[in-house]
């Protein structure tokens, strides 16, 4: 069986003791005190310390059976068992010598463990939780070894309430250094693999990386598949709060397109980028009707590219999702709403000049693309007119008027363009599309 901890890690543990030492502690100055200290307290952490190792396995297998998401990782149990001994010897030793249990520092077996977990995104309260089971199991054998060296009830019963009122100070102490190390850390290894993240992302999307394979193995993604672009955005909300809008928003995408892997990077407080990817080819069918569900994703809008393969595809679709959130924000999309690029593309290749693209549809529009509702109720009849092929019937339908009403609105259309609509047909749909981009 291995012993977690070298010689050299233990005189570690000596040296960090003896510089954090407390003086003698309060609570042991009492003359009954003093005495089962003595008696009890100092031959019981004596002999705590001779076990230590096999404490540390016994304590570290009983975790293992209450929390084995703690120990996914094949180097956990050997890290968990480092730090139950370095904590057990640090807590004999500080006992032994009557000291406060406070420390400032933790020993480096449990700063080594601590930044693992974090690292390895163990949950906070898993942890912690850890740490108490192991001092549970700890706790029973201090209580057995106190009952086998105590000869008088009355000094056994001193030194439990002593020992109690010890080991619970020391456990709320290691348990706040752990918590607080454990967060500073998490920030710190977040930060430093987003920035990687990102130089990474930077070098393939700028095109300066171009080796799939290497690619592949610097973002820890899949990229021989198929990918869809996502451009996830929040306009008000907390950050805690809107973070989870967008993580159920994107739930909601990958669960929708079947994706059996994606790629997520944050870009500011509201807005996510993020590629979803599959072995076989997307079938989209059900974006083109999914609306994101409220509550979880309130506020929620989504700019999509379409599916592309590869690491040429991987570049193609962040581009395009990027051009359907510019075409989403410029024409005001609501909330819930799902902008696919090849629904918009038109538009996002006619406005890449946003100035020209407004002169060209003043021009083609002239009175037609005003801002009132007279306006925009004959834009929005024009607009379906031609796609119905100028039927007077199916523009009728689909509006839900009368044809008459449909003939009346087409002549007040062609009176403010200037000509009839058999005529410059393309330039006047293409304008109608462009004019609530460019407004």
């Known amino acids: 069986m291995e012993a977690p901890l070298s010689p050299t890690a233990r005189a570690t543990i000596v040296r960090v003791v003896t510089v954090v030492g407390e003086p003698a502690w309060e609570r042991a100055r009492s ?44 180097r956990a149990l050997a890290e968990n068992r480092a730090s139950t001994e370095a904590s057990i010897l640090v807590l004999t030793e500080l006992l032994g010598r009557g ?21 390895q995104g163990v949950p906070l309260t898993s942890l912690l939780r850890g740490y108490r089971v192991g001092f549970t199991v700890l706790w029973q054998e201090v209580l057995a070894e106190l009952a086998d060296l105590a000869t008088d009830r009355a000094e056994l019963g001193e030194a439990v309430a002593l020992a109690s009122a010890w080991m619970f100070a020391y456990a709320d102490a290691a ?90 990077h944050p870009r500011g407080r509201r807005t996510v980028v993020a590629w979803l990817s599959r072995r076989a080819a997307f079938d989209t069918a059900c974006l083109e009707r ?36 510019r075409v989403a924000i410029a024409t005001a999309r609501p909330a819930g709403s799902v902008t696919r690029y090849g629904r918009v593309e038109l538009v996002a290749l006619a406005s890449q000049d946003p100035a020209r693209a407004r002169s060209f549809v003043q021009r083609e529009l002239a009175a037609l693309a005003g801002d009132d509702d007279t306006a925009r109720r004959l834009a929005a009849t024009v607009r379906v007119y031609l796609e119905e092929q100028s039927s007077r019937s199916r523009t009728a339908r689909r509006l839900g008027v009368h044809e008459n009403t449909v003939r009346y609105r087409v002549r007040q259309a062609e009176g403010l363009l200037g000509h009839g609509l058999g005529e410059r047909t393309l330039e006047v749909r293409l304008a109608l599309l462009l004019a609530a981009a460019v407004r």
Not at 50 to 66: S, Y
Not at 221 to 244: F, I, K, M, Q, S
């Open 31 to 74: 003359a009954t005190g003093r005495s089962a200290w003595a008696h009890l307290l100092r031959p019981l952490a004596q002999r705590i310390e001779a076990r230590a190792p096999e404490l540390a396995v016994q304590i570290g297998e009983h975790v293992r059976g209450e929390l084995p998401e703690l120990f996914e990782d094949p």
């Open 99 to 119: 000291r406060a249990p406070q420390l400032e520092q933790l020993p480096p077996a449990m700063l080594a463990y601590a930044r693992e977990s974090a690292q």
């Open 290 to 325: 999914l609306r994101l569900a409220e509550p979880a994703a309130a506020g929620v809008r989504v700019a999509l590219g379409e599916p592309a393969r590869g690491l040429t595809g991987f570049r193609r679709t962040y581009d395009e999702a990027w051009e359907a959130h």
């Open 175 to 264: 348990q706040t250094h752990t918590e607080a190390f454990y967060v500073t850390q998490r920030e710190r290894w977040l930060r430093s693999a987003v920035a990687a993240q990102a130089e990474t992302l930077d070098a393939i999307l700028g095109g300066r990386e171009t080796d799939a394979a290497v690619a592949e193995r610097r973002l820890r993604h899949a990229l021989d598949r198929h990918h869809l672009g996502v451009v996830a955005w929040l306009d008000d909300g907390d950050d805690e709060e809107g973070a989870r809008r967008l993580d159920a928003a994107l739930d909601e995408l990958q669960a929708c397109s079947g994706a059996d892997g994606s790629l997520v």
